[in-house]
């Protein structure tokens, strides 16, 4: 497993949310488009889910960190699981 933090000290929230998109597009959903493509229905259902849980997490954070101005600075994001290629 390979786990991913992003480390947020002095960025902005615009900033966090685009590096935190670009992540999420290149896990979860390069893993959604291959499994798309190789028509592989139970695996594209999988990953749909996980992608909304990602981005459902990110939304949260987001928000958790708004309503919180000290959080700003040390703000984490949750470790994400880079799929292996043959998980379900």
């Known amino acids: 497993m390979i786990w991913r933090r992003l480390r947020m000290v002095d960025i902005d929230i615009e900033s966090w949310a685009l590096t935190r998109a670009h992540h999420i597009v290149l896990n979860e959903g390069l893993s959604l488009a291959q499994a ?12 749909v889910y996980e992608l909304r849980r990602v981005i459902t997490a990110a939304i949260l954070e987001a928000h958790a960190a708004s309503t919180r101005p ?3 600075q040390s703000m984490q994001p949750e470790p994400m699981l880079l799929h292996d290629q043959g998980a379900v």
């Open 36 to 47: 798309a493509q190789d028509l592989d229905r139970k695996r594209s259902r999988s990953l």
């Open 70 to 72: 000290d959080v700003s």
